[in-house]
């Protein structure tokens, strides 16, 4: 059964960080395109940042200089340091992977940033 588990999320201060972490278990999840997305309330979800299988990066114009994600694929994880966080960073973060027609979310974690 595949799974993707997220982790490390919750209430920081603005200009604090976290690292937010997404396990995937059942795939050969280094095959796997993988990337974050957050949710604000009464807002829609927007991407964050992706990592290609490969290592490549991209990163949403909100977050550059901020936020990196990067892959370690001996523990089938991904992760999103976040830096210098911001209320308006304020959202649930979602964790996703895709692989062709294959695509996995997440049950997310929250992350709260207070001014």
């Known amino acids: 059964q595949v799974q993707l588990v997220e982790s490390g999320g919750g209430l920081v201060q603005s200009g604090g960080s976290l690292r937010l972490s997404c396990a995937g278990s059942g795939m050969r999840f280094s095959l796997y395109d993988t990337g974050w997305y957050r949710q604000a309330p009464g807002e829609q979800r927007e991407l964050v940042a992706t990592v290609t299988s490969g290592g490549s990066t991209n990163y949403a114009d909100s977050v550059k200089g901020r936020f990196t994600i990067s892959r370690d694929n001996a523990k089938n994880t991904v992760y999103l340091q976040m830096n210098s966080l911001k209320p308006e960073d304020t959202a649930v973060y979602y964790c996703?992977?895709?692989?062709?027609?294959?695509?996995?979310w997440g049950q997310g974690t929250q992350v709260t940033v207070s001014s």
């Open positions: 996703n992977s895709r692989l062709g027609i294959k695509a996995y």
